[in-house]
């Protein structure tokens, strides 16, 4: 069963939601259950407060001034002269009303006093005011025969809770609807992308690499840029892939082409042989289409060894000194084949390359046995250049191609691209394919020109910083 999803944003201003309603729930019932006893605690602590300050000077009229003044308080004295009951409260009420408290309800009993007059402790009383909605809190105590009341007035606070709580009901209510739309607002600007990236991903899957161009600058930008990566090293990978497999079905029909000529070719000669046909030449035929199997063969297994080659054994090297013993293999050779050889010299000595000394070598052999192979004028010319970034071999020859040549058909796999000057020197077109997959394996740059019949190769070996010079 497909479990049911949910939109990001959906469930995003949910959660929001129940956040904020949950925490104006708690609000509610903190001001209906919590905030009135918190409010009736300060009151208390402040009457008892002002009576504690009274106890250390309680004579000084100043003080008791500066104290009402601060803590907006009511303090009021009256002596304990053996007045009667009635007498003491009518006192009382009216020093109250001179200091504009005017209660309803207020009443000191006998019980009261007497219990001031027989300890030192303070006593703390509520009035209710009934229909006023308010009550007088006050802490009484007797000092030196001395009636000492510090009040203040409180109101109740329940239901003024209850008003505030409505209040905040209907404007928290609209509040709530306007934080809601807002986090909605907000929380699409944070998915539109994620959205985006979905699609992108669908694409990818379907193996369309397309990338995002929202690209916000946040965490989700840096995925989103993740991403476009991807799609590109993907794209990269799989154009790559699909070459490759161009390559491997082209390798194999050029294969076959290349196979199927010296096998009929033996075949032929041999069914001649047992006709008695021989005329003293089918052996020798024979042989060298044997032969022209096994070199097909070996170059195969070299070029199959180079494309799937990872690892190569770099080591510091001069590239003169692999060029030279290149030339003295090759030497019989060009001798024999009556081919000069023009080399310029360079001013200084090369930088070293560092690179696999048997592949790089095979290279050089390829190239020079390719232009020993057709070369037009009997002459190969070679020079050396160096810049800060690379060492550069270039190596030409007389042509007979044409000016309009493809020279990129150069590196295809079994393309021979003119007869050999030589019978004895025939090619099997994987050469120079060799050569490059050496150059692209060690990240150097080979290129092939053809200018007014001249072939040129200029080969690019990229210099490392961390290597010296060789004197």
């Known amino acids: 069963m497909k479990k049911k999803t949910r939109k990001i944003s959906t469930t995003l201003t949910l959660t929001f939601s129940l956040i904020i309603i949950g925490s104006f729930f708690v609000m509610f019932i903190f001001n209906t259950l919590v905030v009135p006893y918190y409010y009736s605690a ?13 106890q250390q000077s309680p004579n000084d009229s100043k003080q008791l001034e500066l104290l009402e003044n601060e803590q907006q308080v009511t303090i009021v004295t009256y002596p304990l002269d053996g007045a009667s009951l009635d007498d003491f409260n009518e006192g009382l009420s009216l020093n109250l009303n001179r200091k504009q408290i005017a209660l309803n309800r207020f009443w000191v009993t006998q ?31 007797v000092i030196d025969d001395t009636f000492f009341l510090v009040g203040v007035s409180t109101v109740n606070f329940s239901e003024t809770a209850e008003l505030i709580n409505s209040f905040n009901f209907i404007s928290l209510s609209l509040t709530l609807v306007l934080i809601i ?3 909605y607002i907000s929380v699409r600007k944070i998915t539109d992308p994620l959205v985006d990236l979905k699609k992108v991903a669908e694409e990818i899957t ?22 476009n990566k991807m799609s590109y090293a993907l794209a990269t990978y799989q154009n790559n892939l699909l070459a490759k497999n161009n390559r491997l ?17 033996i075949k032929a000669y041999s069914s001649g042989i047992e006709d008695g046909l021989d005329d003293g030449t089918y052996l020798d035929t024979i042989l060298q289409q044997a032969q022209r199997l096994n070199e097909i063969v070996d170059q195969m297994l070299d ?14 090297l001069q590239l003169s000194k692999i060029w030279k013993q290149t030339l003295q293999e090759q030497e019989s050779l060009m001798k024999k084949e009556s081919i000069l050889l023009l080399e310029a010299e360079t001013d200084r000595p090369l930088s070293l390359i560092e690179a696999d000394p048997l592949l790089l070598k095979r290279a050089f052999d390829n190239l020079l046995t390719n232009s020993i192979k057709y070369t037009t004028d009997k002459e190969i010319q070679v020079s050396w250049r160096e810049t800060n970034e690379f060492v550069e071999l270039s190596i030409s020859n007389q042509t007979s191609l044409p000016s309009d040549f493809d020279v990129e058909k150069l590196w295809e796999a079994f393309y021979v691209h003119e007869k050999s000057r030589n019978k004895n020197l025939s090619g099997t077109g994987l050469g120079l394919s060799i050569v490059q997959s050496i150059m692209n394996e060690h990240g150097f740059d080979i290129e092939a020109r053809l200018v007014n019949k001249t072939l040129i190769f200029n080969l690019h070996f990229y210099k490392q910083t961390n290597l010296i010079t060789e004197h």
């Open 42 to 54: 300060k009151m208390e602590h402040k009457v008892a407060s002002v009576m504690a300050s009274i």
């Open 111 to 141: 019980e009261t006093l007497e219990q001031l007059q027989s300890t030192s402790q303070p006593i703390q009383r509520s009035f209710d005011q009934g229909k006023q909605k308010s009550s007088f809190l006050v802490e009484m105590m």
């Open 181 to 183: 739309f807002m986090i």
């Open 206 to 227: 379907a193996l369309t690499f397309v990338t995002t161009e929202n690209i916000p600058a946040n965490e989700i930008g840096e995925l989103a840029v993740s991403i």
């Open 249 to 265: 079905k082209q390798f194999t029909a050029d294969l076959t082409h290349e196979l199927k000529t010296p096998i009929a070719l």
């Open 303 to 316: 070029y199959a060894k180079l494309e799937q080659q990872h690892s190569l054994q770099k080591v510091p």
